[in-house]
């Protein structure tokens, strides 16, 4: 075909062929835990390459072994994945977490620490403040506010916990939005790479999705998501993806293989499903939140809105978020007039928003982060972050906008 395809269109076929399905339509799903060899030199082969004991030849392909190493549904999802970032590979997992905390084992190694931009997801950092220390791995933050030479005086001011190993960003960050430079991150970790060791730039693009941000163009080496979210579109799965180059995914496969936490081939094929309507469904949940910000902007009872779509030009995030991300997406914040208390009358009288955690759905959820998706987060480190007891959550849904405006209304008349 002379014609490059948009993503929204590879959704429907790419990676997949029907003859080799009985002419099924969409892929079915390969529920098989192993896969039968024709020959047995052919499965010496399989095995030869899925080890990494020699390279694939020119005209070779990788044949199925056994679920935990490959499976139609995950492969085939994996090249689906990889087209909306426009990355060599990608890797599935059996959750977010699974995808962030397999990275971080791979590049780090004892001795090093991990430069982290702050705040991240609650899980991330109780990973990376109270596990990866038990492996002499340590951590050294930066906010959003930070600029290069502060992060460079941070890095020098704790050169006794070793040297830095990997960069780690969320981008924007759960649950203030706070944008953190992906070229400067770049610059930064090429600054501390030698010809051993290349320092390799990790960012959680969840908050923005595959759609509204790409951050191997800026420079990342791998993009993770939390394929609940939006990728997965439905609460109705848990999965995390890593995007990057071939050599950096087969290093991230080979440990996924050892540690056994690969997505299975149900989780896959819902993912594929979701995959096709994943431009229709964030479009429609980006303009909504557009809708919902601007009646918060306005609200008398709304201190401050955390959305990137009402960025002010003079801000230095607005450079930012106009270099960076195609869209203001669909999550924001806002500070509301009181505290926890309020909040809590605010959440408590919600009739079409479901009081949850979790994001990207095609439903509206709305929670506190303060005490749940970021509760183990240091009380100090969640003022300095601004995640106090006024902060609310929101992820927007597809939902009509005006209902969602008409149920944020009376919620708030009750505080």
Not at 150 to 177: D, H, Q, V
Not at 184 to 210: H, Q, W
Not at 328 to 340: C, H, Q, R, T, V
Not at 375 to 384: A, L
Request: charged residues 25%.
């Amino acid at each position: 075909m002379d014609r490059k395809l948009k993503p929204e269109t590879l959704m429907m076929s790419h990676g997949y062929k029907p003859q080799l399905s009985e002419g099924a339509l969409k892929c079915p799903i390969f529920q098989t835990s192993t896969f039968v060899f024709k020959t047995a030199e052919e499965g010496k082969a399989f095995f030869e390459i899925a080890y990494g004991q020699r390279e694939k030849k020119p005209s070779e392909e990788m044949g199925l072994i056994y679920s935990r190493l490959n499976n139609p549904d995950l492969e085939i999802l994996e090249n689906r994945l990889a087209v909306w970032d426009e990355a060599e590979d990608a890797a599935v997992f059996e959750s977010g977490l699974a995808a962030i905390t397999t990275v971080l084992f791979e590049f780090l190694e004892p001795g090093e620490f991990i430069l982290q931009s702050a705040p991240v997801y609650g899980g991330t950092d109780h990973f990376i403040k109270h596990v990866l220390p038990k492996f002499n791995i340590n951590y050294v933050e930066f906010t959003a506010s930070d600029t290069k030479e502060t992060i460079l005086k941070r890095i020098e001011e704790n050169k006794s916990l070793g040297r830095p190993g990997l960069i780690y960003i969320e981008t924007p960050a759960n649950p203030t939005n706070a944008l953190i430079d992906i070229e400067m991150c770049r610059e930064i970790a090429d600054l501390f790479s030698t010809d051993e060791k290349k320092i390799p730039v990790a960012v959680d693009n969840t908050y923005l999705g595959p759609l509204w941000q790409h951050p191997l163009k800026l420079g990342a080496d791998i993009v993770l998501y939390s394929a609940t979210k939006y990728i997965g579109g439905h609460s109705d799965l848990i999965a995390g993806a890593c995007l990057g180059s071939n050599e950096i995914i087969s290093r991230i496969r080979t440990l996924r293989t050892f540690l056994g936490n690969m997505a299975g081939p149900w989780t896959g094929w819902l993912l594929m499903r979701s995959l096709e309507t994943l431009k229709a469904r964030m479009e429609i949940q980006a303009q909504n939140a557009v809708h919902v910000a601007k009646f918060l902007c306005d609200h008398p009872k709304v201190e401050k809105l955390y959305y990137l779509g009402s960025l002010p030009q003079n801000d230095p995030q607005y450079r930012i978020f106009k270099r960076q991300c195609l869209s203001p997406g669909a999550m924001l914040s806002f500070d509301i007039s009181g505290n926890e208390k309020e909040a809590f009358i605010f959440l408590n009288n919600l009739k079409i928003i479901k009081l949850a955690v979790s994001l990207g759905g095609t439903e509206s959820l709305a929670e506190h982060p303060a005490t749940m998706t970021h509760v183990d987060v240091s009380e100090d480190e969640k003022q300095t972050m601004s995640i106090t007891g006024k902060l609310i959550r929101l992820s927007v849904g597809v939902e009509n906008y005006e209902d969602l405006i008409w149920d944020i209304n009376q919620a708030l008349d009750k505080v």
